[in-house]
């Protein structure tokens, strides 16, 4: 995974951002997350914006529109051939664990398991077909998927511009990273949900 990495950062500028939307972008719209996250792609376009060979707003633009179109792509091939390209993979590509757990994510969540499943790699790969296998009416995924890939994407490109020469370490806990990036937002949610709870039930001042 480094070595390819390695080559991205040596590619020109032009071809470089065409991979920062390409990988997120081919990740479940063609299952290519299975072999090379799209988050590998995200997070060197910070690399290059670091290192002045990108401008940081074209690194943002390139992953967050990847991401979300990707994900359109893959829920609009979930919805014509889910079953069928399902059946056709082999387990070494597609295990069958990672199919049952996005299924109940799907069924037990709705378009939120599309917004959670950005955050974890074989998830993210999968949800999007089976959003569109389940019948998830296309507006309520639109706006789960681009909640959740305007935050991923700005996150990873965000943290591959603060890492630098580093980025092997977010890299290769990329899944990790996306874990805790979920459970801030979590806590961020709590907080504002309970905060506001709060304010509902405090007595009005008397002027």
Do not use: C
């Amino acid at each position: 995974m480094s070595s390819l990495a390695d080559k991205i950062l040596l590619l020109p500028p032009a071809l470089a951002l065409l991979l920062v939307f390409a990988l997120p972008a081919l990740e479940a719209s063609a299952f290519v997350g299975f072999v090379v996250p799209g988050e590998i792609g995200v997070i060197l376009g910070g690399v290059l914006a670091n290192q002045h060979k990108l401008p940081l707003w074209a690194a943002l633009v390139a992953g967050i529109a990847g991401a979300i179109i990707g994900d359109s792509i893959g829920y609009e091939v979930g919805r014509r051939y889910g079953n069928r390209l399902l059946k056709g993979l082999p387990d070494r590509i597609m295990k069958p664990e990672h199919i049952e757990k996005a299924e109940q994510a799907v069924r037990r969540n709705g378009g939120k398991a599309v917004f959670l499943g950005r955050f974890t790699a074989a998830l993210r790969v999968l949800v999007p077909g089976m959003s569109g296998m389940s019948g998830i009416p296309y507006g309520r995924f639109l706006a789960w998927n681009a909640a959740g890939g305007l935050i991923w994407a700005t996150a990873f490109v965000l943290l591959g511009y603060a890492a630098g020469s580093q980025y092997e370490r977010v890299a290769h806990n990329g899944t990790l990273a996306g874990l805790i990036l979920l459970a801030v937002i979590a806590v961020v949610v709590t907080v504002k949900v309970v905060r506001s709870r709060r304010s509902k039930q405090s007595p009005a001042r008397v002027s």
